[in-house]
C-alpha cells in the first residue's frame, strides 16, 4: 500500500544578521537570530516502488532534480541505502527567492516525512548531519523555532520561544539571488558598519519589551540589496510610516518586515497597504516554536486545514 504524509513546512526570518568573514571556499562566517514563523508551503509525500518525483506549480519553482526538495529526497535514500522511491508533490505559500528560506524548509520538511515513510530512523543529530549538505539553512528547519545560527548557518544553538511577535511581510514582484548579494556585500563591505547585538537583543525579546528590542534587530544585508533595488528601500520607508515597532530587510530579500506586538495591529496595517494598490504582494505572519508540521494520512490523520498557516 502506497503511504502518504501531508508536511507542512514554515518560512524564517532572521531577527539579527551580523557577517563575519569571508571563507576560503566562498560562503561567509554568520551569526543570526533565526525565527520561524507562520507563512508556510504544503507538501504531499508518498512511497513509491522506485525513483523520486518532484512537482511544483508555483513559477520560478523548479519540479525535478533542481528543486531543492529531491536533492533532500536524494541524499537521504542514499545515506539509508535504500531502493524505495518517493513522489513530492509542493503547494508553494512561501514567496521563493525572497529570503523567507522557502526551499531549505520545503527540503528540510521532506527529509523528516521520508525518515518516518522509508522508516530510516535516523536520529535529529542524524538529520543535522544530512541536512548540512543539502543546504547550509536546512539543519535550522529540521527543528524550527528560534535559534541561534553561526558558521554558514549550520551551528545551531535551539533557543527558548521568544514572545509571540506579528510581522506584516512586503515582497517586491522580483526576487533577488543570494549569491548576488552577498557577492555585493563583499565590495562593499568596509562601508557597512553597524552591527546586530543578538545578547542585547534576546533579553529585552525575552522581557517582551519589544520596543528595547527594535535597535538590535539589524540584517547587515539590507543596505547591500537596498543599494542595488532601491524598491526594497521604498517599501521600508511604506512599513516606518505605518507605525510599525521594526523594519527589517529578511535574509539576503527583497522581503522587508514590519514587526508588530499585536495580531489588531497586523491586520490594520495590512488593511491600509492594501488600500494603496502597491505592486506588492502582502503577508501576514506570526512567530511559531517549529520548522514543520507533519500529519500523518495513512493513519487517518486529516488533511491540512489552510487555517494552520495563518496568524
Ligand atoms: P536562500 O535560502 O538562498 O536565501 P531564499 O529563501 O531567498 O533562498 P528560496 O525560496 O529558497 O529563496 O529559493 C531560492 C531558489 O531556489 C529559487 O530561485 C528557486 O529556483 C530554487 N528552488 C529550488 N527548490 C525550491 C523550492 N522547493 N522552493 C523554492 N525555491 C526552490
Known amino acids: 500500500m502506497k503511504r502518504e504524509i501531508l508536511v507542512q513546512a514554515y518560512a524564517k526570518i532572521n531577527l539579527t544578521l551580523e557577517i563575519l568573514s569571508k571563507r576560503e571556499d566562498g560562503y561567509h562566517n554568520i551569526v543570526s537570530v533565526m525565527q520561524s514563523i507562520s507563512l508556510c508551503d504544503r507538501i504531499r509525500v508518498k ?6 518525483f518532484v512537482e511544483c506549480s508555483c513559477p520560478g519553482v523548479p519540479g525535478g532534480r533542481d528543486n531543492l526538495a529531491y536533492k533532500a529526497a536524494d541524499r537521504l535514500k542514499k545515506v539509508l541505502g535504500i531502493k524505495k522511491g518517493a513522489w513530492i508533490s509542493i503547494e508553494k505559500g512561501i514567496p521563493s527567492a525572497a529570503g523567507l528560506g522557502g526551499g531549505s524548509s520545503d527540503a528540510a520538511a521532506v527529509l523528516r516525512a521520508l525518515n518516518l515513510l522509508w522508516k ?38 535551539k533557543l527558548s520561544p521568544i514572545p509571540t511577535l506579528w510581522f506584516v511581510l512586503v515582497k517586491p514582484s522580483f526576487g533577488v539571488s543570494t549569491k548576488e548579494i552577498y557577492e555585493k556585500f563583499d565590495s562593499m563591505e568596509k562601508d557597512i558598519k553597524i552591527r546586530p547585538s543578538h545578547g542585547q537583543l534576546l533579553t529585552a525579546l525575552y522581557r517582551n519589551d519589544l520596543i528595547s528590542a527594535a535597535p538590535h534587530m539589524v540584517n547587515m ?20 510610516g505605518e507605525g510599525c515597532r521594526k523594519v527589517l530587510m529578511c ?21 491600509r497597504l492594501l488600500k ?24 487517518g490523520g486529516k488533511i491540512w486545514e489552510r487555517e494552520d498557516c495563518r496568524p
Open 47 to 52: 512511497t513509491e516502488p522506485d525513483g523520486i
Open 120 to 157: 530510516g530512523g535516523l536520529s535529529e543529530e542524524e538529520f543535522a548531519d544530512l541536512a548540512k549538505d543539502v543546504g547550509a539553512d536546512v539543519p535550522f528547519f529540521i527543528r524550527g523555532g528560534t535559534a541561534l545560527a553561526q558558521g554558514i548557518g549550520e551551528k545551531l544553538k
Open 221 to 240: 544585508l539590507e543596505g547591500v540589496t537596498a543599494s542595488l533595488y532601491p524598491q526594497v528601500k521604498d517599501i521600508m520607508e511604506v512599513l516606518s
Open 251 to 271: 535574509g539576503s530579500g527583497p522581503t522587508v518586515c514590519g514587526v508588530v506586538s499585536s495580531r489588531e495591529e497586523v491586520f490594520r496595517i495590512r488593511q
Open 276 to 299: 494603496f494598490n502597491y505592486p506588492w504582494k502582502i503577508y501576514i505572519a506570526r512567530t511559531v516554536n517549529y520548522g514543520s508540521i507533519i500529519i500523518n494520512r495513512s493513519k
